[in-house]
C-alpha cells in the first residue's frame, strides 16, 4: 500500500491536534535529542563512588584506532605488569602498535590457510560462507589479544611508540586488505590449476614476506631485543639490557592469561545458556570462543574478581543512553518512551535483529555493592581522560544488563558446573 498526499495530510492534523507535540518539536530542534530529555536526576544518582575499586592509572588515548580490544588487554594486564617492574602502574605505558602489528599479520597468514583448506574456492561459496568478509579488519577480541602476547611478548610504549597512521587505522585497513585480497585471488587461481599443497604453501611464505614488508613501512619494524631502563617506586634505576619481548612478558606479567575464559550472556535465537559456541569466520592464532550464561552469573562472577583486585575485560554496546559530558551510561537517561514514543527494544529483541551488537571493548575497574547487590560500575575506556569521569565512565546496573555481552575472567571464579560446561565441544558458526 503507497503513502498518498491525503496521508500525509491526515498525518499533520492528527500530529497538530496535540500542542505538546510542538513544543516538543521546537525544543529537539533547536536543542537537540540529548540536551532536551537529559534527566540530570539520573546523572545524579550515579555518583562516581565505589566501594571496590582498583588503583587509578593513566589512560590510554586509541583515538581513531579502532583498537579498543588491545588497548582493553592493555588495561587488564598493566596492574600486574607495574607490581612486578616494582613501578606505580600511572608510570606504565605498554605498545599497542606492537600488539596491532601482529595482529595484522597473524590475519593475512589466517585466511591464506584458510583458502589453501577450502576444497570448494568458488567465489559464490567463498562469499556465501562470508570467509573473506572481514579479511584484516581492525577488529579483535580477548583470544587474539592473548594469543598476539603468548607468541610474540610484550614491550614498554617507548621501545615502540605509536606510528603516524596508527591512530587512524582506515588508511592502513584500506591499503592491507587490498594486497591481502589480492594473494587470496592468486591463491585461488592456482588452486583452480590444481597446484600441490606445498607450492600454496611456499606461495604464502612468499606473501607473509611482502606482508611484513609492507607493515613495517607503515608502523614500523618490531623489535626482537631492547635495551630498558626505567626508576622504580624506591627511586633505584633498572637498566634491562637486550631483553626480548618474549622475556619481558615472562619475567613481569606473572598473571596466567591462560586461566582466562570468556563467558558470555547472549540471549539470541540461535544461542543456549550453557552452551560453548565458536566463531568460524575470523583467522586468528587463537578461536573466538565462549560460554553462554544467564547475565546474574556473570556479575556473580565478575565481583569475585573485582574483590581479588583484577579488572574485567569486557564488550558492549554504547550508542544510546550514553552522556560523555557527564560520564553516565544509565538506560533511564534519556525518556525516549514518554517523550517520542519509543518503547527501547529489550535485550533478546535487539540481538534478534541486529539492532543491538558489541562493538567496543573496555574495561570494567570497580563495582559499588549496596545490600549485596550491585548498583553501578566503574568502567575504564581507551579515549584519554579529558572527557567523561577522568576518561571513565558511571554505568548504571541496568545498562550492564541490556548491553553487556562478554567479560573474560579467571576461570577459578566459575563454578563447578560451569568450569564442566567449558568442556564442551562448541557450536560453530558464522557472524
Same mark, same amino acid.
Given at each position: 500500500?503507497?503513502?498518498?498526499?491525503?496521508?500525509?495530510?491526515?498525518?499533520?492534523?492528527?500530529?497538530?491536534?496535540?500542542?505538546?507535540?510542538?513544543?516538543?518539536?521546537?525544543? =529537539?530542534?533547536?536543542?537537540?535529542?540529548?540536551?532536551?530529555?537529559?534527566?540530570?536526576?539520573?546523572?545524579?544518582?550515579?555518583?562516581?563512588?565505589?566501594?571496590?575499586?582498583?588503583p587509578e592509572s593513566t589512560r590510554y588515548d586509541q583515538k581513531d584506532s579502532y583498537k579498543c580490544w588491545i588497548f582493553a588487554g592493555l588495561n587488564v594486564i598493566k596492574y600486574d605488569i607495574a607490581n612486578h617492574l616494582n613501578i606505580d602502574v600511572k608510570d606504565l605505558k605498554l605498545s599497542n602498535?606492537?600488539?596491532?602489528?601482529? +595482529?595484522?599479520?597473524?590475519?593475512?597468514?589466517?585466511?591464506?590457510?584458510?583458502? =589453501?583448506?577450502?576444497?570448494?574456492?568458488?567465489?559464490?561459496?567463498?562469499?556465501?560462507?562470508?570467509?573473506?568478509?572481514y579479511a584484516v579488519e581492525e577488529a579483535g577480541c580477548w583470544e587474539w589479544f592473548r594469543g598476539i602476547v603468548n607468541k610474540y611478548g610484550l614491550v614498554p610504549h617507548s621501545v615502540m611508540t605509536e606510528a603516524r597512521e596508527s591512530v587512524d587505522y582506515n588508511r592502513i585497513t584500506t591499503i592491507?586488505?587490498?594486497?591481502?585480497?589480492?594473494?587470496?585471488?592468486?591463491?585461488?587461481?592456482?588452486?583452480?590449476?590444481?597446484?600441490?599443497?606445498?607450492?600454496?604453501?611456499?606461495?604464502?611464505?612468499?606473501?607473509?614476506?611482502?606482508?611484513?614488508?609492507?607493515?613495517?613501512?607503515?608502523?614500523?619494524?618490531?623489535?626482537?631485543?631492547?635495551?630498558?631502563?626505567?626508576?622504580?617506586?624506591?627511586?633505584?634505576?633498572?637498566?634491562?639490557?637486550?631483553?626480548?619481548?618474549? !622475556?619481558?612478558?615472562?619475567?613481569?606479567?606473572?598473571?596466567?592469561?591462560?586461566?582466562?575464559?570468556?563467558?558470555?550472556?547472549?540471549?539470541?535465537?540461535?544461542?543456549?545458556?550453557?552452551?560453548?559456541?565458536?566463531?568460524?569466520?575470523?583467522?586468528? =592464532?587463537?578461536?573466538?570462543?565462549?560460554?553462554?550464561? &544467564?547475565?546474574?552469573?556473570?556479575?556473580?562472577?565478575?565481583?569475585?574478581?573485582?574483590?581479588?583486585?583484577? &579488572?574485567?575485560?569486557?564488550?558492549?554496546?554504547?550508542?544510546?543512553?550514553?552522556?560523555?559530558?557527564?560520564?553516565?551510561? +544509565?538506560?533511564?537517561?534519556?525518556?525516549?518512551?514518554?517523550?517520542?514514543?519509543?518503547?527501547?527494544?529489550?535485550?533478546?529483541?535487539?540481538?534478534?535483529?541486529?539492532?543491538?551488537?558489541?562493538?567496543?571493548?573496555?574495561?570494567?575497574?570497580?563495582?559499588?555493592?549496596?545490600?549485596?547487590?550491585?548498583?553501578?560500575?566503574?568502567?575504564?575506556?581507551?579515549?584519554?581522560?579529558?572527557?567523561?569521569?577522568?576518561?571513565?565512565?558511571?554505568?548504571?546496573?541496568?545498562?550492564?544488563?541490556?548491553?553487556?555481552? +562478554?567479560?573474560?575472567?579467571?576461570? !577459578?571464579?566459575?563454578?563447578?558446573?560451569?568450569?564442566?560446561?567449558?568442556?564442551?565441544? &562448541?557450536?560453530?558458526?558464522?557472524?
Amino acid at each position: 500500500m503507497d503513502i498518498t498526499l491525503e496521508d500525509i495530510k491526515d498525518f499533520s492534523k492528527k500530529y497538530n491536534a496535540n500542542p505538546v507535540n510542538k513544543i516538543i518539536e521546537n525544543a =529537539i530542534t533547536n536543542n537537540g535529542i540529548e540536551n532536551t530529555m537529559l534527566d540530570r536526576k539520573i546523572i545524579a544518582e550515579n555518583q562516581p563512588v565505589f566501594n571496590i575499586e582498583l588503583p587509578e592509572s593513566t589512560r590510554y588515548d586509541q583515538k581513531d584506532s579502532y583498537k579498543c580490544w588491545i588497548f582493553a588487554g592493555l588495561n587488564v594486564i598493566k596492574y600486574d605488569i607495574a607490581n612486578h617492574l616494582n613501578i606505580d602502574v600511572k608510570d606504565l605505558k605498554l605498545s599497542n602498535d606492537y600488539i596491532a602489528f601482529f +595482529d595484522k599479520l597473524e590475519k593475512a597468514n589466517g585466511l591464506y590457510n584458510r583458502i =589453501i583448506e577450502l576444497k570448494d574456492v568458488s567465489y559464490k561459496f567463498i562469499n556465501k560462507e562470508r570467509v573473506i568478509t572481514y579479511a584484516v579488519e581492525e577488529a579483535g577480541c580477548w583470544e587474539w589479544f592473548r594469543g598476539i602476547v603468548n607468541k610474540y611478548g610484550l614491550v614498554p610504549h617507548s621501545v615502540m611508540t605509536e606510528a603516524r597512521e596508527s591512530v587512524d587505522y582506515n588508511r592502513i585497513t584500506t591499503i592491507y586488505k587490498e594486497k591481502v585480497l589480492g594473494d587470496v585471488t592468486k591463491l585461488i587461481q592456482l588452486k583452480e590449476k590444481h597446484t600441490p599443497i606445498e607450492k600454496l604453501q611456499k606461495q604464502t611464505k612468499t606473501f607473509m614476506a611482502e606482508n611484513y614488508t609492507l607493515l613495517s613501512k607503515i608502523l614500523g619494524e618490531p623489535v626482537q631485543q631492547f635495551t630498558y631502563e626505567y626508576k622504580d617506586k624506591d627511586g633505584n634505576l633498572h637498566r634491562l639490557e637486550n631483553i626480548t619481548p618474549i !622475556k619481558f612478558r615472562e619475567t613481569f606479567l606473572k598473571l596466567d592469561l591462560n586461566e582466562f575464559v570468556h563467558i558470555s550472556n547472549i540471549p539470541k535465537y540461535d544461542k543456549e545458556y550453557g552452551k560453548v559456541y565458536e566463531l568460524e569466520n575470523y583467522y586468528q =592464532i587463537e578461536k573466538y570462543r565462549f560460554l553462554n550464561l &544467564p547475565m546474574k552469573e556473570l556479575k556473580k562472577i565478575a565481583i569475585k574478581q573485582l574483590k581479588d583486585h583484577t &579488572p574485567i575485560w569486557m564488550s558492549i554496546y554504547i550508542h544510546q543512553f550514553r552522556n560523555e559530558k557527564s560520564e553516565v551510561l +544509565d538506560t533511564r537517561l534519556f525518556d525516549y518512551q514518554k517523550v517520542l514514543n519509543i518503547k527501547p527494544l529489550s535485550k533478546e529483541d535487539g540481538l534478534n535483529t541486529d539492532y543491538i551488537t558489541s562493538h567496543h571493548a573496555m574495561v570494567i575497574s570497580g563495582v559499588h555493592i549496596v545490600n549485596n547487590k550491585p548498583v553501578r560500575w566503574k568502567v575504564e575506556d581507551s579515549y584519554g581522560d579529558k572527557e567523561k569521569h577522568h576518561g571513565c565512565y558511571i554505568m548504571n546496573d541496568n545498562y550492564f544488563d541490556r548491553y553487556v555481552f +562478554d567479560i573474560i575472567v579467571n576461570k !577459578k571464579y566459575l563454578s563447578q558446573e560451569q568450569v564442566q560446561q567449558l568442556q564442551q565441544k &562448541p557450536i560453530k558458526y558464522i557472524d
